[in-house]
């Protein structure tokens, strides 16, 4: 893909100068618990890449049943950089199949197989003590379906706060994150799944974000927190996620799909993959800028900035002006 080859380095010294004025204030949080994490977490990640083996089958015999398979590399991820502080959110945008949900796993230290380049956690590498204060929120939901709302909430609270804590006071933060999340109409419906009906599709990411946002974890990863909710909804998600991020050091990466210019602006920082390269690391406030300066200007005036970046990074640049 021709863009592919545009790649930008981290521009941190700068960041604040075209930042929206949404961008400077934390919205209020209600979350009673947002103390400080228990060690803030600088995330640094360095010329990543990542390849995979695929094998591919080919029938060389004219269907007399004989074929060849070739072991091939397929690189998902190459020369990834970027670097998230306590208290900044971090969004990774690209088309479907960019390598997202990848690089959120490599982050998250669970992705099988070598990574190369560096991932360092305030300076040291993953352990298992990492993993503990991570926080990690994948595509795909997996949660009880015979339980209801609250009780997974619940159960969430009572086995992952603190012993410091009472009983009560756990299962108040579970209250808490319920109304904050907005799903005390659906408190007392069960989760349900393929086979049994039960809360909405969105309603289920909230609880799913709700279970690692309890715990107030150093460094928390979601994958497409917002997909299947409507704007006004994703932008009161992302509130509450900014308000967790300020409110108690925490670094936020998500990968999100289609954010509107509103929750755009709500990112401090983004990354945005075209089949697994980098083609802007850096300050959401100078990503126009950045593009400008190397030619690419969107076509009309007003444009939300994450339409004109997933149109470079799909490869559309027929829709821009040069
Ligand atoms: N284990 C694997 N085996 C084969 N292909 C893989 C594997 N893991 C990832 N891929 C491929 O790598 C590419 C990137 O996948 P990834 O899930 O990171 O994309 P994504 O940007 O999250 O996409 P989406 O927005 O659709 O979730 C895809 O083309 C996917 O098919
Ligand atoms: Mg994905």
Redo the contacts with the bound molecule.
């Keep these: 893909m021709e863009n592919t080859t545009i790649h930008a380095t981290n521009g941190t010294s700068r960041g604040d100068e075209m930042r929206s004025p949404d961008q400077t204030q934390s919205p209020p949080s209600r979350l009673s618990f947002v103390h400080q994490s228990s060690r803030p977490i600088t995330l640094r990640f360095e010329d990543l890449a990542y390849a995979?083996k695929?094998q591919s089958g080919e029938d060389n015999n004219n269907n007399l049943g004989s074929s060849s398979i070739t072991n091939m590399t397929?690189t998902?991820l190459n020369g990834v950089s970027g670097v998230v502080r306590p208290g900044e959110m971090l969004a990774m945008l690209?088309p479907?199949?960019?390598?997202?949900?990848?690089l959120l796993t490599a982050l998250a230290g669970r992705l099988p197989g070598k990574v190369l380049g560096s991932i360092t956690y305030s300076g040291q590498p993953f352990t298992s003590s990492m993993k503990r204060k991570t926080g990690f929120v994948a595509?795909d939901d997996v949660l009880y379906p015979h339980l209801t709302v609250i009780e997974t909430l619940s159960y969430a609270a009572l086995l992952r706060l603190p012993k410091t804590l009472t009983r009560d006071e756990k299962l108040q933060q579970a209250e808490i994150i319920v109304t904050e999340l907005g799903l005390t109409s659906c408190r007392d419906s069960i989760i349900g799944g393929p086979l049994i009906r039960g809360v909405s599709g969105g309603e289920r990411k909230r609880v799913s974000i709700g279970q690692e946002m309890l715990v107030n974890p150093s460094l928390l990863l979601l994958d497409?927190p917002t997909s299947g909710l409507d704007s006004t909804t994703a932008l009161r998600i992302m509130g509450t996620l900014k308000g967790l991020a300020r409110g108690g050091r925490t670094s936020v990466v998500t990968?999100i799909?289609q954010p509107s210019s509103r929750l755009y602006w709500m990112f401090d920082k983004v990354v945005v993959?075209s089949d697994g390269c980098p083609i802007y690391s850096g300050h959401t406030g100078q990503v126009m800028q950045y593009f400008r300066s190397i030619g690419h200007v969107p076509g009309f005036n007003f444009v939300n900035p994450a339409d004109f970046l997933l149109d470079l990074a799909n490869g559309e640049l027929d829709l821009l002006m040069f």
Excluded: A, M, P, V
């Design positions: 995979i695929s397929r998902l690209g479907s199949g960019s390598g997202k949900t990848t595509q497409e990968t799909h993959l």
